[in-house]
């Protein structure tokens, strides 16, 4: 199957501080990028869908200003968190969108605590 | 009420045993079904796609979809311990691949020696 990659793949951080997490499409172009965020013993939750070339769909509840998405080319998509405080602390989830195929592949995740 | 259930586990059978795992859905929008297998602190892992009802399979896993019943199954025959994970239905109301998918809580599977 199709490659995604994540990374970090584990960070920890300081309250406060900015995080960036990268995905990329490996083996393939991927127009169309999905975030999710997965708590422990629960399902993925989509954060936003990330259009390459254009601004990121939010769904609702989830804070734009705070979770920077930038799908600058058509194999990489990074989401920042901005100003992270211990309940944003997760499992952060990448998806790319293959359009060659009617599916999505998954990254390995980033797990971020922070401190 | 959820648009997605799943039983969510755990489900523990021994090898070599037939394991059914079952969502059920409310939106009968959705046309398109995955499985996916997720291990502890990994991503989820396509396992299985279907767009109509009746059966799909591939090696040891079916995936049947009953569009009347708003009822999806996954079969694994002949389960080992490496099929040990939490499996996760998903849904969209049009191609997966470039929309939305609903996923379930995911059931979590031990198959034990």
């Known amino acids: 199957g199709a490659v995604v990659s994540q990374h970090p793949s584990r960070v920890i951080c300081k309250s406060g501080t900015s995080v960036k997490i990268e995905c990329r499409s490996l083996?393939?172009?991927?127009?169309?990028m999905f975030w999710y965020r997965q708590f422990p013993k629960k399902s993925l939750m989509l954060m936003a869908t990330?259009?390459?070339?254009?601004?990121?769909?939010?769904e609702q509840g989830v804070e734009k200003d705070k979770f920077l998405i930038n799908h600058a080319s058509l194999t990489l998509s990074t989401l920042t968190v901005t100003s992270a405080h211990p309940e944003d602390s997760s499992f952060y989830i990448c998806?790319?969108?293959?359009?060659?195929?009617?599916?999505?592949?998954f990254g390995p995740g980033t797990r971020l605590l922070v401190l | 009420q959820k648009e997605v259930e799943q039983d969510p586990g755990p489900l523990s059978v021994p090898e070599g045993a037939i394991v059914s795992l079952n969502c059920t859905y409310s939106?009968?929008?959705?046309?398109?079904f995955m499985w996916y297998r997720q291990y502890s602190r990994k991503g989820p892992e396509l396992l299985m796609y279907?767009?109509?009802?009746g059966n799909k399979e591939d090696g040891r896993f079916t995936a049947q979809v009953d569009k009347s019943s708003k009822y999806i199954s996954l079969f694994i025959r002949d389960s080992q311990p490496s099929d040990s994970a939490t499996y996760l239905c998903?849904?969209?109301?049009?191609?997966?691949?470039?929309?939305?998918?609903?996923f379930g809580t995911g059931t979590q599977l031990k198959v034990e020696l």
């Open positions: 998806s790319a969108r293959d359009f060659t195929k009617e599916t999505q592949y």
């Open positions: 083996d393939f172009q991927a127009t169309t």
């Open positions: 990330s259009n390459e070339g254009s601004k990121a769909t939010y």
């Open positions: 939106n009968s929008a959705f046309q398109y």
């Open positions: 279907t767009y109509s009802s």
């Open positions: 998903a849904m969209s109301v049009v191609a997966g691949g470039g929309n939305k998918l609903t």
